[in-house]
């Protein structure tokens, strides 16, 4: 039972709909939180959301998904009501990919989905291709599954990211305290592809209520520039390297068009094209990068068919592989 499960608190809530758990699985600086739906033996999806939000980005697709599934969905190290990571210590891909490894270890998931938005989308990119008999379907919500980097400006971005660490340890880092009202107009500002429920629902998790008002609960750190980069030939390799079925839900008003620049454009037809020609799936859908929360009717059933469709032919094959075998 995970209830058992060492390291794993599952925390109850009165308010919580929907049979709603909360989950904190203990890390060596603190604690990664998320919430859970979904009976327990049903067939484990772990959810991973983007860049600056948190897990409360699935509170309304989740629920139009199958419900024999189990899903997952954690608030990144840094992000929600997670703890943030120890000083001195970046945000990078590669360290998400860790703390996805630390989740899944405590959870002991053999097998699972993943369903990543945006940065969680290349976080489950990477993990799939690093431990690819692990993941049996990988649906991607406005992700490219991987976000190359220009070989001539690598090692400049990656300085930037060094100078950038130093800079904001030196510097006295000031909580601001707003009325919700201002912490929710800073959230919309910040964030045009939100509407203003979907705002208010990423608040749940991502304030916290302090004396005089609330305070955003996301580390500063993850503002700076990420230097955990890879070139264009190592993204593709990396995909080669993943197993499972992949759904690349693009919304044609989404990140396509906040990455439009000549050099992005062509990394993105090379990454497109190689998800074709190994046979995954790509759709476009109507909406904007938050679609998935804003309007969950038009990813839900595309999600749901895809995870019924794999997942279960995934397992019959190795039903009957193993039938075979005996």
Same mark, same amino acid.
């Given at each position: 039972?995970?209830?058992?499960?060492?390291?794993?608190?599952?925390?109850?809530?009165?308010?919580?709909?929907?049979?709603?758990?909360?989950?904190?699985?203990?890390?060596?600086?603190?604690?990664?939180?998320?919430k859970?739906?979904?009976?327990?033996?049903?067939?484990?999806?772990?959810?991973l959301?983007?860049?600056? @939000?948190?897990?409360?980005?699935?509170?309304?697709?989740?629920p139009?998904?199958?419900?024999?599934?189990?899903?997952?969905?954690?608030?990144?190290?840094?992000h929600?009501? =997670?703890?943030h990571?120890p000083?001195?210590?970046?945000?990078?891909?590669?360290?998400?990919?860790?703390?996805?490894?630390?989740?899944?270890?405590?959870l002991?998931?053999?097998?699972?989905?993943?369903?990543?938005?945006?940065?969680?989308?290349?976080?489950?990119?990477?993990?799939?291709?690093?431990?690819?008999?692990?993941?049996?379907?990988?649906?991607?919500?406005? =992700?490219?599954?991987?976000?190359?980097?220009?070989?001539?400006e690598m090692?400049?971005?990656?300085?930037?990211?060094? @100078?950038?660490?130093?800079?904001?340890?030196?510097?006295?880092?000031?909580?601001?305290?707003?009325?919700?009202?201002?912490?929710?107009?800073?959230?919309?500002d910040?964030?045009?592809?939100l509407?203003?429920?979907s705002?208010?629902?990423?608040?749940?998790?991502?304030?916290?209520?302090?004396?005089?008002?609330?305070?955003?609960s996301?580390?500063?750190?993850?503002?700076?520039?990420?230097?955990g980069?890879i070139?264009?030939?190592?993204?593709?390799?990396?995909?080669?390297?993943?197993?499972a079925?992949?759904?690349?839900?693009?919304?044609?008003?989404?990140?396509?068009?906040?990455?439009?620049?000549?050099?992005?454009?062509?990394?993105?037809?090379?990454i497109?094209?190689?998800?074709?020609?190994?046979?995954?799936?790509?759709?476009?859908?109507?909406?904007?990068?938050?679609?998935?929360?804003?309007?969950?009717?038009?990813?839900a059933?595309?999600?749901?068919?895809?995870?019924?469709?794999?997942?279960?032919?995934?397992? =019959?094959?190795?039903?009957?592989?193993?039938?075979?075998?005996?």
């Amino acid at each position: 039972m995970m209830q058992a499960l060492k390291g794993v608190r599952h925390i109850s809530s009165t308010a919580m709909k929907q049979a709603v758990s909360e989950l904190s699985v203990k890390v060596p600086w603190g604690e990664i939180r998320g919430k859970v739906w979904g009976p327990e033996h049903g067939h484990p999806v772990l959810c991973l959301h983007g860049w600056a @939000d948190n897990c409360g980005t699935f509170n309304t697709l989740i629920p139009l998904l199958p419900k024999d599934y189990q899903y997952v969905a954690v608030d990144l190290p840094g992000h929600g009501r =997670s703890s943030h990571r120890p000083p001195g210590v970046p945000y990078t891909f590669p360290l998400y990919v860790m703390d996805v490894c630390r989740v899944v270890d405590a959870l002991q998931w053999s097998k699972f989905s993943i369903i990543g938005h945006s940065m969680g989308g290349n976080i489950a990119g990477i993990f799939g291709a690093l431990y690819p008999e692990m993941v049996d379907a990988i649906v991607l919500l406005d =992700s490219f599954g991987f976000l190359p980097s220009s070989m001539k400006e690598m090692s400049t971005v990656i300085r930037q990211g060094f @100078d950038e660490l130093i800079q904001f340890e030196k510097k006295e880092q000031k909580t601001i305290v707003y009325t919700y009202e201002k912490a929710l107009e800073r959230l919309l500002d910040a964030n045009q592809t939100l509407s203003e429920e979907s705002a208010k629902i990423l608040l749940e998790r991502g304030v916290i209520e302090v004396e005089g008002g609330v305070i955003f609960s996301r580390d500063l750190r993850i503002k700076l520039k990420n230097i955990g980069r890879i070139s264009l030939e190592q993204s593709l390799d990396m995909q080669s390297r993943i197993k499972a079925s992949v759904l690349v839900l693009l919304a044609d008003d989404g990140l396509e068009k906040m990455f439009d620049q000549p050099e992005l454009n062509n990394y993105k037809s090379a990454i497109f094209q190689a998800y074709r020609d190994r046979n995954h799936t790509l759709v476009k859908v109507q909406g904007s990068h938050h679609v998935h929360l804003n309007n969950p009717e038009a990813v839900a059933p595309l999600v749901s068919d895809f995870l019924q469709t794999k997942v279960l032919s995934h397992s =019959s094959t190795l039903t009957n592989n193993l039938t075979t075998k005996l």
